[in-house]
C-alpha cells in the first residue's frame, strides 16, 4: 500500500490517511487498533471491496484498480470475513466446492479437492458432509478457512477469524493460520482485538488516528 487514504461519502473525516506498507509472503501480520479505528476499512480496501481515495494499492505488484475486481476477488485472494457468510443450509463440502467453481480454474475432482481442504482444517469426512448449521463456531470457523483456500491464493486475509472462539479453538486456528504462511508461504493479514492472537503474528501493525505503523 502506498500513500492510501480513505474518507466515507458524506463523512469528512479520513479514516485512513496516507497509509503506506508492505506485506510480505511467508508471514503473518496482525492489524490492531481501538474499535473504529479503521482496521475493517483497511481490509476492505486490500480486498477491493471499497476503493481508496487516494494512492496505490497492489498486489504482486500491479494496482488492484487496473485488476478485474471479480477474477482478483474470487481467484487471487482468500478471504475470510465474518459477514462473508457461509450457506448454512450447504454441508461444509458444498461450501468448499462452490467457491472452487466460483474461482474458475479448471480443477479435477473439486469434490475430492474439497475433502482434502476440509482434512487440512480439521474437518474430518463426516463433518463435511453435515450442513454447516449443524456445526460449532469453531468448526465453521474452520470450514470458512478451508474454503478461503479453496482456489490457492498467495493472500490470505481474515477479520477476526478466532472472534468467537475459545482458547483451544483460538490456538488451533492460528496454528493453522502460521502453518500457511510459514509452510506454504502464503501471506496472511488478520485483523484483531485479542492481545494472545498477535502473539501468533510476525508483525504487529497498529491503526491509530489514521495512521498505520509497526508495533
Ligand atoms: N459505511 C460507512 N459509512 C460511513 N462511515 C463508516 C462506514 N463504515 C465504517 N465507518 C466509520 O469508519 C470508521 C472505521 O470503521 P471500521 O469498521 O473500519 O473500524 P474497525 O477498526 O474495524 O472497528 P471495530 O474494531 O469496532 O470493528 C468508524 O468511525 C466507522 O464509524
Redesign the pocket.
Known amino acids: 500500500m502506498k500513500e492510501v487514504s480513505f474518507t ?1 461519502r458524506g ?1 469528512e473525516k479520513k ?1 485512513l490517511n496516507h497509509i503506506s506498507a508492505d506485506f510480505e509472503d511467508g508471514k503473518v501480520c496482525a492489524i490492531v ?1 481501538e ?7 483497511l481490509l476492505s480496501l486490500i480486498a477491493g471491496l471499497t476503493s481508496s481515495s487516494s494512492g496505490v494499492i497492489a498486489y504482486q505488484g500491479k494496482d488492484i484498480k487496473h485488476m478485474n475486481k471479480d477474477r482478483y476477488r474470487s481467484n487471487k485472494i482468500g478471504v475470510i470475513f465474518q459477514s462473508y457468510n457461509l450457506l448454512l443450509a450447504d454441508t461444509a463440502a458444498e461450501n468448499v466446492m462452490l467457491s472452487i467453481q466460483l474461482g474458475g480454474n479448471k480443477v479435477k475432482g473439486k469434490s475430492q479437492l474439497a475433502y482434502v481442504l476440509l482434512a487440512k482444517v480439521g474437518i474430518d469426512k463426516e463433518k463435511a458432509d453435515r450442513k454447516v448449521l449443524k456445526l460449532s463456531g469453531g468448526e465453521q470457523q474452520r470450514v470458512a478457512i478451508a474454503r478461503s483456500l479453496s482456489y490457492n491464493p498467495i493472500l490470505i486475509i481474515a477479520d477476526e477469524p478466532t472472534g468467537k472462539l475459545d482458547e483451544k479453538n483460538e490456538k488451533g486456528i492460528m496454528d493453522i493460520v502460521r502453518n500457511l504462511a510459514h509452510i506454504e508461504g502464503k501471506c496472511v493479514i488478520l ?1 484483531t ?1 485479542s492481545a494472545s492472537v498477535t502473539e501468533y503474528a510476525d508483525v504487529v501493525m497498529e ?1 491509530r488516528n489514521g495512521s498505520l505503523s509497526r508495533r
Open positions: 466515507y463523512n479514516v487498533g474499535s473504529g479505528s479503521g482496521k475493517t476499512t485483523v482485538h491503526i
